[in-house]
């Protein structure tokens, strides 16, 4: 724009005014500008520009997870005598906002504007928060699905016969499954500076689960297949013995209760709890029993199997806890 074009009315004022007011904005904002001018006088710049930020984010309960960012603009070019920002609203207008990708926008924070500081100028800033929510489907189908699946068949191991030979064979396969499912997840799930989402503690925990039940079964599968002549060492016959007789002693309270809730109701005598004598006599006898090797490893087959389960069990709920406390100790610092 020049101020040739308002040659034919060099005699009104408000021409002259607009011209000049647009040969300095030419020179402030550079030229190739838009600028709209109104029948009143008014002059309005309507830059059109695609900005990109990033905000810190805190992946504790990836893929479940909702995020806050705070995105500041700011006229760094020019100072506030010059540029000023202004907000229309306090509210940010998201109609012409559309859902796209992972993300689903739940809320805005209000916005307010200030003025910074720089060398004695004052620049304009503005700043306003929005509040996003992850969409989880994709995550869940891809990642935590199979995943699970892939688990489930660890446990599946201890339902193997020990006889067959190939539990062994069949959870080495199991692992190197999970390797596999981690490795393709690995570009999925997104990394993090310093706490890094549950979901990878899972994985890693699935992981190390699994190679512990490896060594479980190495161990099971190895008293198993001893000959007979092997005697095992004396430190499983007592935990055997040990073991068995502190369950014989729940299972026999359990029954005595539930004698005593009988006879109540019978208004019978109520009978003394304690072993007998006779069941005494079957216990000493049978303690110097050595067991076989099948018997010690079908026992310790068991007994591995249900702290396995539990210890899992255990590992994954606190994992909750633990992704709590990353997210405590984020805000914190």
């Known amino acids: 724009m020049a101020y040739s074009r308002f040659n034919n009315y060099s005699d009104s004022d408000l021409c002259r005014d607009i011209a000049g007011r647009i040969i300095e904005l030419e020179n402030k904002l550079g030229a190739g500008r838009i600028i709209r001018i109104s029948n009143e006088g008014q002059l309005r710049w309507e830059p059109i520009a695609v900005l990109s930020t990033a905000c810190s984010m805190v992946l504790a309960w990836f893929p479940f997870d909702s995020q806050r960012c705070f995105i500041k603009l700011a006229s760094m070019d020019h100072p506030f005598f010059e540029v000023n920002l202004i907000l229309k609203s306090n509210a940010v207008d998201t109609d012409l906002h559309e859902t796209q990708a992972d993300w689903e926008l739940v809320d805005t924070l209000q916005t307010f504007s200030y003025l910074l500081d720089d060398g004695g100028v004052a620049y304009p ?128 309270k359990c029954k005595c209760r539930a004698s005593r809730i009988d006879h109540l109701k ?68």
């Open 125 to 252: 800033v503005v700043e306003f928060g929005i509040i996003v929510k992850r969409l989880p489907l994709h995550y869940i189908l891809i990642v935590i699905v199979p995943t699970i699946l892939t688990a489930v068949l660890t446990f599946i191991a201890f339902f193997l016969p020990l006889k067959s030979g190939t539990r062994l064979g069949y959870i080495v396969t199991v692992v190197l499954a999970l390797v596999v499912l981690l490795t393709l997840f690995a570009d999925t799930i997104p990394s993090a500076a310093k706490f890094p989402s549950i979901l990878v503690a899972v994985f890693t925990v699935t992981l190390g689960m699994a190679f512990l039940l490896i060594i479980i079964t190495i161990f099971v599968m190895r008293i198993y297949n001893k000959p007979k002549r092997d005697v095992a060492p004396k430190w499983m016959h007592s935990m055997v013995r040990k073991i068995r007789q502190l369950k014989s002693k729940l299972l026999l």
């Open 266 to 333: 019978q208004n019978q005598p109520i009978e003394d709890g304690r072993p007998t004598e006779e069941t005494n006599r079957v216990e000493n006898s049978t303690q110097l029993k050595p067991y076989s090797n099948q018997e010690l490893a079908e026992f310790f087959d068991n007994f591995l199997f249900v702290v396995f389960t539990v210890l899992y069990i255990l590992i994954l709920s606190s994992a909750p806890v633990v992704a709590a406390i990353w997210v405590e100790n984020y805000k914190s610092n």
